[in-house]
């Protein structure tokens, strides 16, 4: 029994996954960047990484989902 090798398929690799999560991280931060400026999403960044209270930093109308992405972002540049 001979085995058909599709010479069109593609070999992935996972190799790319951090680079892949990066971008992602960076899209989330466009997201982000409709509800709050750069200056702001800092920092909160800056005041999340030093323990200082942020409540008052969050603008009203964020989603439980984009304070995750905030908070992730958070840690990652930590």
């Known amino acids: 029994m ?3 090798k599709d ?3 593609e070999i992935v ?3 790319n996954g951090e ?3 990066n971008e992602k991280l960076n899209m989330q931060t466009a997201d982000l960047s409709d509800k709050m400026s750069i200056p702001q999403i ?3 960044i800056s005041a ?3 323990g200082d209270p942020v409540k008052d930093l ?3 109308g964020l989603t439980k ?3 995750i992405q905030l908070q992730k972002l958070a840690d990652k540049r930590s």
Do not use: G, T
């Open 2 to 4: 001979a085995i058909k």
């Open 7 to 9: 010479v069109d398929m």
């Open 13 to 15: 690799d996972n190799m």
């Open 19 to 21: 680079k892949r999560a």
């Open 42 to 44: 800092n920092k909160y």
């Open 48 to 50: 999340y990484q030093s």
């Open 58 to 60: 969050i603008p009203p």
């Open 65 to 67: 989902s984009e304070l």
